[in-house]
Nanobody, 124 residues
Framework: VQLQASGGGLAEAGGSLRLSCTVS????????VAWFRQAPGKEREFVAA????????DYADSVKGRFTISRDNAKSTLYLQMDTLKPEDTAVYYC??????????????????WGQGTQVTVSS
């Protein structure tokens, strides 16, 4: 099981970035997946989650209305569209996957599979 995150970089406040997470090693459409982030000196926190079908999503209050999580099961890829970025969005962003046939959750301990992280930096 491998998750490979990409798409991070530097953006100005108010700008946009799109993260991708390519998954291999298991049938992607059996798994709920999510994005978390970790800023320096802080705990890793939930950002957004999506169920296996893509029909059910959940967001942290801090990103609701600005970020959009989606998935393409045919490409085994998870996305995070980040708009109206703020300096406080600066963090390393991680994609994560649940075990098969379990619902999405905002609790990081519920995700046994993690990608390596991609840095997002938002300048003011």
């Amino acid at each position: 099981v491998q998750l490979q995150a990409s798409g991070g970089g530097l953006a100005e406040a108010g700008g946009s970035l799109r993260l991708s997470c390519t998954v291999s090693g298991f049938p992607f459409d059996d798994f709920a997946v999510a994005w978390f982030r970790q800023a320096p000196g802080k705990e890793r926190e939930f950002v957004a989650a999506i169920d296996w079908s893509g029909l059910s999503t959940d967001y942290a209050d801090s990103v609701k209305g600005r970020f959009t999580i989606s998935r393409d099961n045919a490409k085994s890829t998870l996305y995070l569209q980040m708009d109206t970025l703020k300096p406080e969005d600066t963090a390393v962003y991680y994609c994560a996957a649940r075990t098969p046939d379990t619902p999405a959750t905002k609790y990081k301990l519920g995700y046994p599979y993690w990608g390596q992280g991609t840095q997002v930096t938002v300048s003011s």
